[in-house]
């Protein structure tokens, strides 16, 4: 099961079904933990630790080979992942190693309310999926969380025929956005008293607030400047010359922020975010297209990014020239009874 690069996490409905037993309602001191036996024989499991983040990407991009053709997910995203504040690595994370030695599974559960799960292909129709995510239900059982939600692509239907089993349902929808650069674009003059540049050092923490302050409007989550930086300006692929910023005097109004996607002739976005004043006035579209022209320059002949259906903005895009390449839909369902 995969995610997309989106981090938004919606609430489900349900009732939750362990592989035997029902449980229609949840407590911590009732929930029983998962004993080693039950894991699919041949098979063994522990903790995630900050070393594994580079055996992870390669069971994230052996997954997302064979479910796209290409990889998505750069290391930079999974080390980001790993040191996420309130992720204890020894109670919110499991690998399963087959008898070699070699990782074939991982998940983890991000605030008692987030699943991920990857099942590395030569090794499904064991039932390791169904083993992880009874262990992430009971996981975020233990941590108090009432919910659970996972994003799985539209085209895994494995993924998602077992997450309906479990009595999960759909939220919201995912899609991945793509526009090809044949010929490099044409950046439009930036609105009366707007000045476009690229990042520049010092940025940080304009752009943090910017970004974090348009996106409470739909996130369930703020996240501290650590955690955000991580995850955009400390990766070693954030790309500052395709990451402009808007500004109307000293002030920071606009910003789009990008990374390079190795071995590809992509470039990614990773977030955009107009300030509320100053949001219709088409500083959104300039940035973008300053971020196409400079990806294009750097080599870069595609640009793509995500968006979801709380936001809104699937048309915006459009209207720009991108179109949808695939979709996601983020299930989930409650784990308390009614």
Not at 26 to 33: A, L, M, S
Not at 63 to 72: A, F, K, N, T, W
Not at 192 to 211: C, K, M, N, Q, W
Request: proline residues 6%; aromatic residues 8%.
């Amino acid at each position: 099961m995969r995610r997309s690069r989106d981090d938004h996490a919606p609430e489900g409905r349900g009732q939750v079904i362990g592989r035997q037993i029902e449980y229609r309602w949840c407590r911590v001191h009732h929930v029983p933990n998962l004993a080693p036996q039950q894991l699919p024989a041949g098979y063994r499991n522990r903790s995630a630790t900050t070393v594994d983040a580079q055996e992870i990407h390669r069971l994230v991009a052996a997954c997302e080979r064979e479910l796209h053709g290409r990889v998505d997910t750069d290391p930079g995203a999974i080390v980001a992942d790993l040191a996420m504040p309130g992720l204890d690595l020894a109670v919110d994370t499991l690998l399963v190693h087959d008898s070699a030695g070699e990782l074939v599974a991982r998940a983890w559960v991000k605030g008692g309310r987030r699943a991920e799960i990857d099942v590395h292909p030569g090794h499904r129709g064991r039932g390791l999926g169904r083993w992880l995510l009874d262990w992430a239900e009971l996981r975020a059982c233990q941590s108090g969380s009432e919910r659970l939600a996972q994003t799985v692509s539209d085209e895994d239907r494995a993924a998602i025929d077992l997450l309906r089993s479990h009595g999960y349902g759909p939220f919201v929808t995912q899609w991945l956005l793509a526009i090809a650069m044949p010929t490099e674009p044409t950046v439009p003059e930036p609105p009366a008293g707007i000045t476009v540049r690229p990042f520049r050092p010092g940025d940080e923490r304009a752009a943090y607030r910017l970004t974090e302050d348009a996106f409470d409007e739909w996130q369930k989550r703020r996240k501290s400047y650590d955690e955000w930086a991580r995850h955009t300006v400390e990766r070693a692929t954030f790309a500052p010359a395709a990451s402009p910023a808007a500004f109307a005097g000293d002030h920071m109004v606009g910003a789009v922020l990008s990374v390079r996607t190795p071995g590809t002739d992509e470039g990614y976005i990773e977030r955009v975010a107009v300030r509320h004043d100053h949001r219709n006035r088409g500083i959104a579209g300039t940035l973008l297209q300053y971020a196409y022209r400079s990806f294009h320059q750097q080599g870069q002949r595609t640009c793509t990014l995500w968006t979801h259906s709380e936001t809104g903005a699937l048309p915006f895009y459009e209207r720009l020239g991108m179109t949808v390449r695939r979709s996601s839909t983020v299930y989930g369902k409650p784990l308390t009874g009614r």
